[in-house]
């Protein structure tokens, strides 16, 4: 059984920056991937960022250039580093452990998510 703890949400200020951490209980490297998930009040859940087992990351077009993932397997750790926030980006932020399917991803476990609120 994997746990997932996030951390490091919190209120900011348009512009300001803000890194999420999440702290596995199991062995992150065992999982295809890492990954960081969003939900904004009224709307569905959709992908930030992933990171594989190789290092290879990947990004929602509305926060690439600003947000940085990235893992450190001796901490079982996956960190989200968010730059340039904006108000757009308030919403519960999820980790997850991912396993590739066929056509994607599936999210094998999940966190139970830090509020991040950006204000204008």
């Known amino acids: 059984q994997v746990r997932l703890v996030e951390s490091g949400g919190g209120l900011v200020q348009a512009g300001g920056s803000l890194q999420l951490s999440c702290a596995a209980s199991?062995?992150?490297?065992?999982?295809?991937?890492m990954g960081w998930y969003r939900q904004a009040p009224g709307k569905q859940r959709e992908f930030v960022a992933r990171?594989?087992?190789?290092?290879?990351?990947n990004y929602a077009d509305s926060v690439k250039g600003r947000s940085t993932i990235s893992s450190d397997n001796a901490k079982n750790t996956v960190y989200l580093q968010m730059n340039s926030l904006k108000p757009e980006d308030s919403a519960v932020y999820y980790c997850?452990?991912?396993?590739?399917?066929?056509?994607?991803?599936?999210?094998?476990?999940w966190g139970q998510g830090t509020q991040v609120t950006v204000s204008s």
């Open positions: 997850a452990a991912l396993r590739a399917i066929p056509g994607g991803w599936r999210g094998d476990y």
């Open positions: 199991g062995i992150i490297s065992s999982f295809t991937a």
């Open positions: 990171i594989t087992g190789g290092g290879s990351t």
